[in-house]
């Protein structure tokens, strides 16, 4: 059977990680990140089995509180020479070998010992062919959202993407047509832009409104901004990066009573949503009502949760039937991959 509850919080072992895309070299630069974008690291017992080899982790149940050193957050891991972006890539833009890189969001320890396990395991298997997702990589995405997120999603609502910024190109050629309008909220992840542009879509930007060292919605704006510029899908990150809010349920509703009343179709990156602050809870954008989640494409990934961003194990769930097939469209005429035909 699969056992949903695979990861607990330790309380006192919470350890702040800063991500730190938009910091700009300095000593103001470096504390302004460790309050502002923060990103909570999670302490570990089990693992989420979201490998495409479809494994299941199980954890032994009981308590199982790993002490620190298991993970190994204090040994300092060499990961220069092994094709880091992170590491290897500041090096071709002309830092030296002494800068320590706080560029990117991964992080410098390795992953929890169970998944090591489980590819140590499929390693020693020793074929790799064609694969597919298996069952039990459905019911873990479920569980997860299901315990974590209180949010349920159907089996035939999850499609296996290579990554969030895949699912998101793909999501903006199937929900829009060359020359509308896609917007997204800004300070926000720099590759949305691109990700707009390069699809040949005009990128509409609506400003969060900056105030009291806190970022929010200018509701108005956003309404606005939909209407004058005839948006016709908005890229929400939800919780934002970089400005480090975990979106509330009524900030959610506000936005997607807005979209649905304008016919926008939503594209939610949640890719963050494991990874929240204490009191912050994050809130699925889908799952607010059943009529935003019929406006909605939910992009995500256990890469930031586990660092596992060099697995390309990403996920994108939609309700809507119409909008999945467009979706599912879009990856066939971009890449085809299946072997055997749908059935
Ligand atoms: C908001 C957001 N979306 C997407 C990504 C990248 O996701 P992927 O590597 O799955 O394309 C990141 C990485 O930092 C991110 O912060």
Redesign the pocket.
Known sequence: MYKRRIIRFVNNNVIYFQ?S?YIKPGPRALKRALFSVTLMLIFFEGAMPMLRSGRTIRTTGGSSRLPMEILGFDSVINRRGTGSVKYDAILKRGYPESVLPLW??DMDFQTAHPILRAMQDRLNHGIFGYDEPSEAYFEAIMGWWADYHRYELRRDWILASP????S?SLAIRAFTSPGDAVMIQTP??Y?FFKAVEANNRRLVTCPLLYSNKSYSIDFDEFQNTIQAQDVKAFIL?NPH?PVGRVWTPLELEKMGSICLRSGVIVLS?E??CDITAPDHKHTVFAGVNSRIEQITAT?T?P??TFNL?GF?A?HIFIANRAMRQAWMNEKTATCEVTVLPEE
């Open positions: 991500h895309d990117i969001a990554g969030v910024m895949f998101l926000v992840y590759p990150c990066n990156d890719i963050h992009l990934s890469s930031k961003p390309h990403s």
